[in-house]
Antibody
Framework: EVQLVESGGGLVQPGSSLRLSCAAS????????MHWVRQVPGKGLEWVSG????????DYADSVKGRFTISRDNAKNSLYLQMNSLRLEDTALYYC???????????????WGQGTLVTVSS | DIQMTQSPSSLSASVGDTVTITCRSS??????LNWFQQKPGKAPKVLIY???NLQTGVPSRFSGSGSGTDFTLTISSLQPDDFGTYYC?????????FGQGTKLEI
């Protein structure tokens, strides 16, 4: 059974940085694209970023482009999201998700972690 | 960006009913349409991928249809465990986008 476990969330001030991690077990992530999706509690789902299996293709939502950086370490079976210049509107539960595809597109979300909460507040 | 619009936003149904949720995309996405179920406090779970393919382990009472811009999720013989919020999502192009959700109460 695939298990994805996110970590690194917390309460930070606007303008701060955080690095989220997603560790996988039960399956090698090497052959799959990975994504970050966020959800404001009680609201809908928003795709944040995706990375192909070999890190050759990376894409971001416009709302985070230039501030967030997605990366992966296939040897450590892990995914990361470096979040800089955080804003109040970045407050959300951040999920990592495994695609069934090697590529960012088509973008599938087959397995999900339980999420890590990021709260940006002054 | 491709906008995904679901209807209805909420619905109430009874055990044994058949319910239909529709999803419309702002432009053609071929069959790159997926459906998710989310329960309170839990991560979303994929039900249907690529318009009509049932994810492994998902009961056959869930089915998907459509193509182009109009899609439907049908839940037959509704069960108590089917409550939750349902989302459609286009996997055709970035930014990947979701519908606003349909809350199903049993």
């Amino acid at each position: 059974e695939v298990q994805l476990v996110e970590s690194g969330g917390g309460l930070v001030q606007p303008g701060s940085s955080l690095r989220l991690s997603c560790a996988a077990s039960g399956l090698s992530l090497e052959g799959y694209a990975m994504h970050w999706v966020r959800q404001v509690p009680g609201k809908g789902l928003e795709w944040v970023s995706g990375i192909s299996s070999n890190s050759g293709t990376i894409d971001y939502a416009d709302s985070v482009k230039g501030r967030f950086t997605i990366s992966r370490d296939n040897a450590k079976n892990s995914l990361y999201l470096q979040m800089n210049s955080l804003r109040l509107e970045d407050t959300a539960l951040y999920y990592c998700s495994r695609s069934r595809s090697r590529k960012v597109i088509p973008g599938y979300f087959d397995d999900w972690g339980q999420g890590t909460l990021v709260t940006v507040s002054s | 960006d491709i906008q995904m619009t679901q209807s209805p936003s909420s619905l109430s149904a009874s055990v044994g009913d058949t319910v239909t949720i529709t999803c419309r995309s702002s432009q053609s996405i071929s069959s790159y349409l997926n459906w998710f179920q989310q329960k309170p406090g839990k991560a979303p779970k994929v039900l249907i991928y690529a318009e009509s393919n049932l994810q492994t382990g998902v009961p056959s009472r869930f089915s998907g249809s459509g193509s182009g811009t109009d899609f439907t999720l049908t839940i037959s013989s509704l069960q108590p465990d089917d409550f939750g919020t349902y989302y459609c999502q286009q996997s055709y192009t970035t930014p990947l986008t979701f519908g606003q959700g349909t809350k199903l109460e049993i």
